[in-house]
């Protein structure tokens, strides 16, 4: 299978500035770092950059609401099927007792986090209630859409060929060193390897400045409950 990625060998030697791939890496070599690159850009923003296919079972929510977060760090996309049963049974694939809602029933809501049910076609099992509702209960409907998102930011772009450089030729992105971390919020300082006394916490994501001045604005940070 193809590898799918969002920045290509002509983007590693033109994007930001000039570089040479060393003649030690061969195209497909060169496809794999970019995928890893790719990889470790996703586990620090705890998202998915491309968009990709993916089923999900879910829990019923009871409510127009039918919250994603719990089962995907990745924004949605498009939906292209939603499918719903009665009765929970653990090797049931939605065939034998399922149903495909019509896609007029929901729409995916505008935070990409969730889908609304608009128009009630679950009738039949509500025992006749016609409120638009996901009903409640225990894996009852499977998803399958698109997840991840539909554009990157150059900078994610940027710090994917930084990064990329750096594990074919270190130190190759020392160049970009100079730029100041002013501009970064919540107090942090995205200056790896240094002090900063007029900062709070002092973050190395990748161990490389150039890539973490980068990818520091877009980086998910999960708080530590009872820490203030």
Same mark, same amino acid.
């Given at each position: 299978?193809?590898?799918?990625?969002?920045?290509?060998?002509?983007?590693?030697?033109?994007?930001?500035?000039?570089?040479?791939?060393?003649?030690?890496?061969?195209?497909?070599?060169?496809?794999?770092?970019?995928?890893?690159?790719?990889?470790?850009?996703?586990?620090?923003?705890?998202?998915?950059?491309?968009?990709?296919?993916?089923? #999900?079972?879910?829990?019923?929510?009871?409510?127009?609401?039918?919250?994603?977060?719990?089962?995907?760090?990745?924004?949605?996309?498009?939906?292209?099927?939603?499918?719903?049963?009665?009765?929970?049974?653990?090797?049931?694939?939605?065939?034998?007792?399922?149903?495909?809602?019509?896609?007029?029933?929901?729409?995916?809501?505008?935070?990409?986090?969730?889908?609304?049910?608009?128009?009630?076609?679950?009738?039949?099992?509500?025992?006749?209630?016609?409120?638009?509702?996901?009903?409640?209960?225990?894996?009852?409907?499977?998803?399958?859409?698109?997840?991840?998102?539909?554009?990157?930011?150059?900078?994610?772009?940027?710090?994917?060929?930084?990064?990329?450089?750096?594990?074919?030729?270190?130190?190759?992105?020392?160049?970009?060193?100079?730029?100041?971390?002013?501009? #970064?919020?919540?107090?942090?300082?995205?200056?790896?390897?240094?002090?900063?006394?007029?900062?709070?916490?002092?973050?190395?994501?990748?161990?490389?400045?150039?890539?973490?001045?980068?990818?520091?604005?877009?980086?998910?940070?999960?708080?530590?409950?009872?820490?203030?």
């Amino acid at each position: 299978m193809a590898i799918t990625t969002y920045i290509t060998s002509a983007d590693v030697q033109g994007l930001g500035s000039e570089f040479t791939i060393p003649s030690a890496y061969d195209a497909g070599e060169v496809t794999k770092i970019i995928y890893r690159a790719m990889a470790v850009i996703d586990k620090f923003t705890r998202s998915h950059w491309l968009p990709e296919t993916r089923s #999900f079972v879910v829990d019923g929510t009871g409510n127009n609401f039918l919250y994603l977060r719990s089962y995907t760090s990745w924004p949605v996309c498009t939906i292209s099927s939603v499918q719903f049963r009665v009765g929970y049974a653990a090797t049931d694939d939605f065939t034998a007792n399922g149903e495909t809602l019509d896609a007029t029933t929901y729409a995916v809501h505008a935070s990409k986090r969730a889908l609304i049910k608009v128009k009630s076609q679950d009738v039949r099992a509500a025992g006749g209630f016609t409120d638009p509702i996901w009903l409640k209960g225990t894996q009852n409907y499977k998803l399958t859409g698109t997840f991840g998102h539909n554009a990157v930011p150059e900078d994610l772009k940027r710090a994917t060929v930084y990064l990329a450089r750096e594990w074919m030729l270190p130190g190759s992105t020392t160049q970009f060193v100079s730029m100041s971390s002013e501009s #970064f919020p919540d107090g942090y300082s995205y200056q790896a390897g240094t002090s900063n006394k007029s900062t709070t916490v002092e973050v190395s994501f990748t161990g490389y400045r150039a890539v973490d001045i980068l990818l520091g604005p877009y980086v998910s940070r999960v708080p530590i409950l009872g820490v203030v």
